[in-house]
């Protein structure tokens, strides 16, 4: 009977602690979307006047690369550890290998020990901007050979299916040992790359006509082809779809820019504008229809919860440009800058 009452006194003691433990793990679970709490920090460039980051990727909270420009011409990146940005060493002058950066525009990759980054570096006083493409084993920063100019957009399916674009026409695809062109005609610009598949990929894009006027694409790659499938002409026609920024979620692609945000699934041909904005939006990210953020001009973050939109206030700074948003589904992370700073928040 004594041994009875033992293991009956025991077992409630476990039961007890395990109980005491409960609002401990509570305490440290990630906040919901809209009651996240915000820090701000500062990323800054010795002697820059100047800097904007224009493109974020992670692979974990604590793993998170934010690419862009600083006066000077000097393409920059930075590196989130879990605590602290740090910038990254590339230029020679910081003790990095490449000296003739000139800028990053797009980051992507499939794990801590690949990843890619795309932008253009300086070549002789006739071919400036030339595309520039460095890989990250997880040790280390090399440069990929390419032929074209500035890189705006990267993406890939896997490691060995990368695709990657800029101006003039240029659109490269990467199988994890040749660089492949598939040219456009010069007047096209690729600006954002996503895609459901190695078969199944689009890409956004656009010209520049008469009186600075912009015509924009949705070009759709079917594993053999690239093929125009959207376009319109800005000012003269309304916004069939978003021109600066494409994101992947289930198995609907959307897309944002002037008008909002419009969404078409992978089997339809015609965009829906499923959010109205008259601010303009620069960036999407999110984990699943339930969870989509859009980000903006003039300090716009938007966040969806599969019923309705909430703006944060908090992080409502006028004088901001949010450019671009990540998130693992459980935090996320936003950059933006005011011309002269780029800054990074961190919502949890």
Same mark, same amino acid.
């Not at 319109?232 to 897309?255: C, K, M, N, R, W």
């Not at 459980?330 to 928040?345: H, R, T």
């Given at each position: 009977?004594?041994?009875?009452?033992?293991?009956?006194?025991?077992?409630?003691?476990?039961?007890?602690?395990?109980?005491?433990?409960?609002?401990?793990?509570?305490?440290?679970?990630?906040? !919901?979307?809209?009651?996240?709490?915000?820090?701000?920090?500062?990323?800054?460039?010795? @002697?820059?006047?100047?800097?904007?980051?224009?493109?974020?990727?992670?692979?974990?909270?604590?793993?998170?690369?934010?690419?862009?420009?600083?006066?000077?011409?000097?393409?920059?990146?930075?590196?989130?550890?879990?605590?602290? /940005?740090?910038?990254?060493?590339?230029?020679?002058?910081?003790?990095?290998?490449? !000296?003739?950066?000139?800028?990053?525009?797009?980051?992507?990759?499939?794990?801590?020990? $690949? =990843?890619?980054?795309?932008?253009?570096?300086?070549?002789?006083?006739? @071919?400036?901007?030339?595309?520039?493409?460095?890989?990250?084993?997880?040790?280390?920063?090399?440069?990929? !050979?390419?032929?074209?100019?500035?890189?705006?957009?990267?993406? +890939?399916?896997?490691?060995?299916?990368? /695709?990657?674009?800029?101006?003039?026409?240029?659109?490269?695809?990467?199988?994890?040992?040749?660089?492949?062109?598939?040219?456009? !005609?010069?007047?096209?610009? =690729?600006?954002?790359?996503?895609?459901?598949?190695?078969?199944?990929?689009?890409?956004?894009?656009?010209?520049?006509?008469?009186?600075?006027?912009?015509?924009?694409?949705?070009?759709? /790659?079917?594993?053999?082809?690239?093929?125009?499938?959207?376009?319109?002409?800005?000012?003269?026609?309304?916004?069939?779809?978003?021109?600066?920024?494409?994101?992947?979620? +289930?198995?609907? =692609?959307?897309?944002?820019?002037? +008008?909002?945000?419009?969404?078409?699934?992978? @089997?339809?041909?015609?965009?829906?504008?499923?959010?109205?904005?008259?601010?303009?939006?620069?960036?999407?990210?999110?984990?699943?229809?339930? $969870?989509?953020?859009?980000?903006?001009?003039?300090?716009?973050?938007?966040?969806?919860?599969?019923?309705?939109?909430?703006?944060?206030?908090?992080?409502?700074?006028?004088?901001?440009?949010?450019?671009?948003?990540?998130?693992?589904?459980?935090?996320?992370?936003?950059?933006?800058? @005011?011309?002269?700073?780029?800054?990074?928040?961190? +919502?949890?």
């Amino acid at each position: 009977m004594k041994q009875v009452l033992c293991r009956i006194w025991i077992l409630i003691a476990v039961l007890t602690l395990s109980c005491e433990k409960n609002p401990t793990q509570i305490t440290n679970a990630p906040n !919901p979307p809209r009651e996240y709490e915000w820090t701000l920090d500062t990323l800054s460039v010795p @002697n820059a006047f100047q800097l904007m980051m224009v493109d974020v990727w992670g692979s974990s909270a604590d793993d998170v690369y934010v690419t862009g420009f600083s006066s000077g011409a000097r393409g920059k990146m930075f590196h989130y550890d879990g605590s602290s /940005w740090e910038a990254v060493k590339l230029h020679v002058v910081e003790g990095g290998p490449f !000296p003739n950066i000139l800028e990053f525009r797009a980051i992507w990759g499939s794990s801590s020990s $690949n =990843i890619y980054a795309a932008g253009a570096k300086n070549g002789d006083s006739l @071919n400036i901007f030339l595309s520039f493409l460095i890989h990250y084993n997880g040790q280390q920063w090399s440069e990929i !050979p390419t032929n074209g100019k500035l890189l705006q957009a990267i993406w +890939g399916s896997s490691p060995s299916d990368i /695709w990657t674009g800029g101006i003039e026409g240029t659109l490269l695809h990467f199988d994890g040992t040749v660089i492949q062109q598939y040219p456009l !005609p010069d007047s096209i610009w =690729i600006k954002s790359i996503k895609g459901f598949s190695t078969d199944d990929v689009y890409a956004l894009a656009y010209s520049i006509g008469d009186f600075t006027r912009l015509t924009f694409y949705v070009f759709h /790659w079917d594993g053999q082809t690239w093929d125009l499938q959207n376009k319109y002409v800005d000012v003269i026609e309304p916004p069939t779809f978003g021109a600066f920024a494409l994101e992947i979620i +289930g198995e609907d =692609i959307y897309s944002v820019g002037y +008008g909002g945000l419009f969404r078409k699934n992978r @089997n339809d041909s015609t965009w829906q504008n499923i959010f109205g904005s008259s601010t303009l939006l620069f960036g999407i990210c999110g984990s699943s229809q339930d $969870n989509m953020f859009v980000v903006g001009r003039n300090g716009r973050a938007y966040h969806f919860n599969g019923i309705d939109w909430y703006r944060y206030p908090e992080i409502a700074y006028s004088d901001i440009e949010y450019s671009c948003c990540w998130t693992d589904g459980k935090e996320l992370f936003i950059v933006g800058d @005011n011309v002269s700073k780029s800054f990074a928040l961190h +919502g949890r």
